[in-house]
């Protein structure tokens, strides 16, 4: 089983910027694509952005596209997603995912149900 762990969030103004960033504790992903989701108080968890580990095929949700940028570091074995632009609709848990399956094309990995691995979460607020 792998635990993900999620760090980086916080409290940010309307327009400003934080930075996530997600790692496996004692080893690696062995994930074929991690991912975003996040959860706001009395939502589904929606999929916010995702990269591919072996080619780094990306997909975005269109709330974030323009806005949010997904990376991962093979080298260091974390991946981060960079939230510029932040609007009080950003306001949720954050959650890391894995999915262990390869699937094409990458929009399948928008479903939620393509994961095994899940993070414990990480709170961002954003005030208006």
């Known amino acids: 089983q792998v635990q993900l762990v999620e760090s980086g969030g916080g409290l940010a103004q309307t327009g400003g910027s934080l930075r996530l960033s997600c790692a496996p504790s004692g080893g690696s992903f062995r994930s074929n694509f991690v991912a975003w989701f996040r959860q706001a108080p009395g939502k589904e968890r929606e999929f916010v952005a995702g990269?591919?580990?072996?080619?780094?095929?990306?997909l975005y949700a269109d709330s974030v596209k323009g806005r949010f940028t997904i990376s991962r570091d093979k080298s260091q074995n974390t991946m981060s997603l960079q939230m510029n632009s932040l609007r009080p609709e950003d306001t949720a848990r954050y959650y890391c995912?894995?999915?262990?399956?390869?699937?094409?094309?990458?929009?399948?990995?928008?479903?939620?149900?393509?994961?095994?691995?899940w993070g414990q979460g990480t709170q961002v607020t954003v005030s208006s």
């Open positions: 990269i591919r580990w072996s080619n780094g095929d990306i």
């Open positions: 995912a894995g999915a262990t399956m390869e699937y094409y094309p990458v929009t399948t990995y928008s479903r939620r149900q393509q994961y095994n691995y």
